[in-house]
């Protein structure tokens, strides 16, 4: 699965609010020249940071754009060694109080200053030669981790929502929701509530809507969803429920409750590491 390019996701939460990740994942195709991550203060607004790759000479470049007028290049000789055309990739990019954080594969390899105030970016775009796999959000708010990911287009009969990720060896339990809108306040209404609970040995599936859970439904944890060990969950969306696999096994259905045309978020919470999230 992959996202249409140039793609564009507003920032949840506020924009990139200090101590957020993004993660933006893909592959630059054979015959790729360069692509760009942009952290704009809106769709046609103002370039905080530009994030740029180029195949061709061998450099990326960095920069800003305020009303209409490039900044100063910062070029970067020489790619990141483990950033290849054809070769899949993981760019994680932290908003800190003084500069943008860059990450590559697992591995540190550039700051930039901020240029323009960090409060004003609200999306990010994605654009040029690459396949866009996957982009979500990680923040820790006074130890709660959370991760979203925006739906493009929102859920549909036919459309597939897939979890990587592996659960730590003493995680009690974790919880992923489908759910209309962003966390907030007020909560959003949540079409599929799925919480393992290790602790337990059972996993909850629920709806919330207008504040108020419906009737649980319960079922034992999955004999291949393992503390300690990676997964993969996917969900597929049917005309009359979601069909849940896990590590390609299917393991329940969920009879819908919510229109699902309404359903535009994913929000994964809990004691569990997220390593992708695509739709």
């Known amino acids: 699965m992959s996202f249409?390019?140039?793609?564009?996701?507003?920032?949840?939460?506020?924009?990139?609010?200090?101590?957020?990740?993004?993660?933006?994942?893909?592959?630059p195709?054979?015959?790729?020249?360069?692509?760009a991550i942009n952290f704009m203060s809106g769709q046609d607004g103002d370039i905080g940071f530009h994030f740029n790759p180029r195949f061709e000479g061998g450099n990326v470049v960095c920069n800003s754009c305020v009303n209409g007028e490039w900044g100063a290049e910062e070029s970067h000789e020489g790619l990141p060694p483990n950033l290849a055309v054809g070769e899949p990739f993981e760019v994680v990019i932290k908003g800190e109080p003084e500069?943008?954080?860059?990450?590559?594969?697992?591995?540190?390899?550039?700051?930039?200053?901020?240029?323009t105030p960090v409060d004003t970016i609200k999306t990010v775009q994605i654009d040029g030669e690459v396949t866009l796999t996957g982009i979500f959000e990680k923040?820790?708010?006074?130890?709660?981790?959370?991760?979203?990911?925006?739906?493009?287009?929102?859920?549909?009969?036919?459309?597939?929502?897939?979890?990587?990720?592996?659960?730590?060896?003493?995680?009690?339990?974790?919880?992923?929701?489908?759910?209309?809108?962003?966390?907030?306040?007020?909560?959003?209404d949540i079409a599929l509530h799925f919480n393992p609970r290790f602790n337990e040995r059972t996993v909850v599936r629920n709806t919330l809507?207008?504040?108020?859970?419906?009737?649980?439904?319960?079922?034992?944890?999955?004999?291949?969803?393992?503390?300690?060990?990676?997964?993969?969950?996917?969900?597929?969306?049917?005309?009359?429920?979601y069909k849940v696999t896990v590590n390609?096994?299917?393991?329940?259905?969920?009879?819908?409750?919510?229109?699902?045309?309404?359903?535009?978020?994913?929000?994964?919470?809990?004691d569990v590491l997220i390593t992708a999230i695509s739709c």
């Not at 195709?29 to 692509?35: A, E, N, T």
């Not at 991760?147 to 919880?175: E, H, Q, W």
Request: glycine letters at 14%.
């Open 4 to 27: 249409e390019v140039p793609h564009v996701s507003e920032l949840l939460g506020g924009g990139l609010t200090p101590g957020k990740l993004v993660y933006i994942q893909g592959v």
């Open 29 to 35: 195709p054979p015959g790729s020249s360069r692509f």
């Open 99 to 115: 500069c943008f954080k860059v990450a590559v594969n697992g591995a540190h390899y550039i700051d930039f200053c901020h240029r």
């Open 139 to 188: 923040m820790d708010v006074n130890g709660t981790v959370s991760y979203t990911s925006t739906i493009p287009g929102g859920l549909a009969p036919g459309k597939t929502v897939v979890i990587r990720g592996k659960v730590p060896d003493t995680s009690p339990r974790f919880a992923l929701n489908l759910q209309a809108g962003p966390p907030g306040t007020p909560q959003p």
């Open 209 to 241: 809507q207008a504040g108020a859970w419906g009737a649980e439904e319960r079922g034992g944890v999955p004999p291949n969803l393992v503390p300690g060990e990676a997964f993969e969950i996917a969900i597929l969306v049917e005309e009359n429920c």
């Open 248 to 270: 390609s096994v299917t393991y329940t259905e969920f009879a819908h409750r919510i229109p699902v045309d309404s359903i535009n978020t994913v929000e994964i919470g809990g």
